[in-house]
């Protein structure tokens, strides 16, 4: 059972480079999150989904992409790269919680490190 | 606007003792409340939550605690472990819906375990 997995674990781009950053979950989680992890900011939602097809932003969108077309995978898009985007992402998914139940804990990706110069 | 807020950037215990890691937030919407460890290059690992129906959860060495008037968690760790040596994140979720896939995450805290 292999989680979370993010692709590439490392990249750097030049400014203005687009890419695509790849997660895939194996357990047939109905939310995936992406978030990213700048020092003393902790880790800021930039777009989920509650499931296929459904996607919506979160607390930092600019600049970023999402499209949810599997339960299994969320990609994420940056449309043009810019030097503060260098960060850590993370994707993360986990159960849909259910009424009066709460099961939020979110299995994690063990991130990608993006750098743009 | 920092809506989950944890104001001690690091902690150094001895091991052995209690470790109390503290988590403020402002937001009266949350429902829910989470802490993710975290080792470095690896993603956050859930550790333990807590509804705001609660004010305690315990599992094993760690317990949470939840005020809500004062609207403060803190985690605590007993007895202290130098592998519990990690960033902790306080993490906050509103009532569960749609919206309860937003976890907002504090700027988390190194702990540091001596042996």
């Known amino acids: 059972n292999a989680g979370v997995t993010q692709t590439p674990k490392f990249q750097v781009l030049k400014t203005g480079q687009s890419m695509t950053l790849q997660c895939a979950q194996d357990?047939?989680?109905?939310?995936m999150s992406w978030y990213r992890q700048d020092p003393g900011m902790g880790l800021r939602l930039i777009h989920y989904?509650?499931?296929?097809?459904?996607?919506d932003q979160g607390e930092v969108p600019n600049g970023y992409n999402v499209s949810r077309s599997t339960t299994e995978d969320f990609p994420l898009r940056l449309l043009s790269a810019a030097p503060s985007q260098t960060s850590v992402y993370f994707c993360?998914?986990?159960?849909?919680?259910?009424?009066?139940?709460?099961?939020?804990?979110?299995?994690f990706g063990s991130g990608t490190r993006l750098t743009v110069v | 606007d920092q809506q989950v807020k944890q104001n001690s950037p690091s902690l150094s215990v001895q091991e052995g003792r209690i470790s109390i890691l503290n988590c403020d937030y402002t937001?009266?919407?949350?429902?829910?409340f989470l802490w993710y460890k975290k080792y470095p290059a690896e993603g956050p690992t859930f550790l333990i939550s807590?509804?705001?129906?609660?004010d305690k959860n315990e599992d094993g060495r760690f317990t949470v605690f939840l005020n809500k008037s004062a609207k403060h968690l803190s985690l605590h760790i007993v007895p202290s472990q130098p592998g519990d040596s990690a960033v902790y994140f306080c993490?906050?979720?509103?009532?569960?819906?749609?919206?309860?896939?937003?976890?907002?995450f504090g700027e988390g805290t190194q702990l540091t375990v001596n042996p």
């Open positions: 989904s509650v499931g296929a097809g459904i996607t």
């Open positions: 357990m047939n989680h109905e939310y």
């Open positions: 937001n009266s919407m949350f429902d829910y």
């Open positions: 993490a906050a979720s509103p009532r569960a819906s749609r919206s309860g896939s937003r976890l907002t």
């Open positions: 993360a998914s986990s159960y849909t919680p259910l009424f009066g139940t709460h099961n939020y804990g979110y299995t």
């Open positions: 807590i509804s705001s129906i609660k």
